[in-house]
């Protein structure tokens, strides 16, 4: 009983190795790339910049590309410990160049951080303050 048992499990080890080998050498498989497979329309992500760094009475955010004139987006600055130092809600037409002017003057010197939030996504840079 022990040796048919014993038997049949090296079978089948065999053929599970030789399967397996067969199949990684032999076997190819055409998958056609699916350019959008989740069917949810690509997001355009506006491409931020957060300048001068290191700042001192100002901070600028600028969008180097046009956002939809019916987007709105949310603006905050976080402090190191996570206070909410600064917030503010903006249309998309804030003015033809896409540029934000945030007063830091009342910030205490140190590393912050820029919050960008629309209702698609949220991007985080980090500025630092030097008042």
């Not at 001068?52 to 955010?61: E, G, I, L, M």
Request: proline share 5%; charged share 15%; with cysteine.
């Amino acid at each position: 009983m022990i040796r048919s048992v014993t038997k049949i499990l090296i079978t089948i080890l065999i053929l599970l190795f030789g399967l397996n080998s067969f199949a990684q050498y032999h076997l190819y498989f055409y998958i056609p790339e699916c350019p959008n497979p989740t069917s949810i329309a690509p997001v355009l992500q506006a491409d931020l910049s957060v300048y001068p760094k290191p700042a001192s009475n100002y901070v600028f955010v600028s969008f180097s590309e046009t956002i939809s004139n019916d987007a709105q987006f949310d603006l905050s600055i976080y402090s190191i410990n996570g206070l909410k130092v600064f917030s503010q809600s903006y249309k998309s037409d804030v003015n033809s160049a896409n540029i934000i002017k945030i007063n830091t003057e009342t910030f205490k010197a140190g590393v912050y951080y820029l919050q960008y939030k629309n209702k698609y996504f949220t991007r985080t840079d980090k500025i630092i303050i030097t008042n």
